[in-house]
């Protein structure tokens, strides 16, 4: 028990942060708007854009207009930043959460408006 009374199950708390969770959602569905990734992860449309604005710039996901909307691309082979974590890449993380392999998933997805051969 803590020193004013409360427990660990008394505070909130999660083992992933806001970071990884829009990662995952941005994973899980590509074309999503900020709008939805911000519900789905419970947290501010701006603070979603932020997010989302920290990850392209180093260089976890690109954004490519498509139409009037957003197309995110997570790149699965970026080490995770922390340094007693760097030698893993997102990757699996993004296995656990979204059931696929993202890195041969990527490669068997022709880019958008391409047909495969």
Do not use: K
Request: avoid cysteine; aromatic fraction near 6%.
């Amino acid at each position: 028990m803590g020193s004013n009374g409360s427990t660990a199950d008394d505070r909130n708390w999660t083992f992933l942060t806001n970071h990884a969770r829009v990662l995952v959602e941005i994973a899980r569905n590509p074309h999503s708007r900020l709008r939805d990734i911000a519900t789905t992860v419970a947290i501010t449309e701006r603070a979603a854009q932020a997010i989302v604005n920290d990850l392209e710039h180093a260089g976890y996901l690109t954004r490519t207009r498509v139409g009037r909307r957003n197309h995110y691309s997570v790149d699965p082979d970026r080490p995770f930043r922390h340094p007693a974590d760097a030698d893993h890449n997102v990757q699996a993380l993004l296995a656990v959460f979204t059931g696929e392999d993202q890195g041969s998933a990527s490669a068997a997805r022709p880019p958008t408006g391409q047909e495969s051969p």
